[in-house]
């Protein structure tokens, strides 16, 4: 890497520097080249400390290892993004190490290797884990892309919300599994954990509708509605057909009880908003008269 990666992004970097006149596209494909290639070699020099050589080593350092690396790329990202004057480059460098991040989680933490269903160490104490910072980094950068970047693209930000909503409620999931199943998520789902599971899902839900009401946000009210709509057809499938007597019974009046009071929440939303329109509608009637 010292010998042959480095020589080359510095190289690149000198070009760009040199500034030729007539050039400009060569200038922005060198400048690109040299970053990814200073990345790499970041990345790189960064796997040396954690020295993840075997699988046990994995197990116990993996997730650690990528959060604090996305961490880094994170607060690399905010640094550029916040840069004084709001220059070009260093705001499109802060995007990009922002995608980046948000990729790497991706692909790695969320898809590839999520503790999940790959044995990995997240940490003995409930809540106060790797899991976190983990999902924390990725849902913060979420929050910064949607208000900075793309604040322009309602699209972009409808769909930045739906990932978002996505992230808070694996990380609930994960987080419930965790109190079951320890610092490795790999031990057999119980009757208990499976009910609690939709407990929890009803729950985040919940939050999201509340959150779309506090911020009049309809994206977060329809996903708070699409979660829950998940969350009974789960009861009504999976957990009531392993359920009988008065524990099949207690877990309808639950729901139940839970719709009603959704209804009732969301009937109180909609006289309130209406309530709202038309007032502003009288107040702009006056304005005319």
């Not at 596209?25 to 990345?43: N, P």
């Not at 924390?136 to 900075?148: F, N, T």
Request: charged content about 15%; some cysteine.
């Amino acid at each position: 890497m010292l010998r042959y990666v480095v020589p080359l992004a510095a190289g690149l970097g000198g070009a760009v520097l040199l500034r030729p006149e007539g050039l400009a596209i060569l200038k922005r494909l060198a400048a690109l080249a040299a970053g990814s290639l200073g990345l790499i070699v970041l990345h790189v020099a960064y796997k040396h400390v954690f020295a993840i050589d075997d699988l046990t080593r994995f197990a116990r350092f993996g997730l650690a290892e990528r959060t604090v690396w996305q961490a880094l790329l994170a607060l690399a990202a905010f640094a550029l993004g916040s840069w004084p004057g709001k220059p070009t480059i260093p705001t499109r460098a802060g995007t990009a190490l922002a995608l980046v991040a948000l990729a790497h989680f991706a692909v790695f933490s969320l898809a590839l290797q999520n503790p999940l269903w790959t044995e990995q160490a997240v940490g003995g104490w409930p809540i106060a884990n790797l899991l976190l910072p983990a999902y924390g980094v990725a849902i913060g950068l979420a929050v910064w892309l949607r208000d900075g970047p793309a604040a322009a693209n309602r699209r972009l930000q409808l769909a930045i919300d739906a990932a978002i909503m996505v992230l808070v409620a694996l990380l609930a999931l994960s987080e419930l599994r965790q109190l079951f199943s320890g610092t490795v998520l790999l031990s057999p789902l119980g009757q208990q954990e499976d009910l609690l599971r939709s407990i929890l899902a009803i729950a985040v839900a919940l939050g999201f509708l509340g959150w779309g009401a506090r911020t009049g946000q309809r994206s977060w009210r329809i996903g708070s509605l699409v979660l829950i709509l998940l969350a009974v057809i789960k009861v009504f499938i999976f957990d009531a057909a392993g359920l009988e007597g008065l524990a099949r019974i207690a877990s309808f009046l639950a729901l139940g009880l839970c719709l009603i009071g959704i209804g009732w929440f969301y009937s109180r939303q909609l006289i309130g908003q209406s309530r709202a329109t038309d007032a502003a509608e009288a107040a702009q009637l006056e304005v005319r008269v």
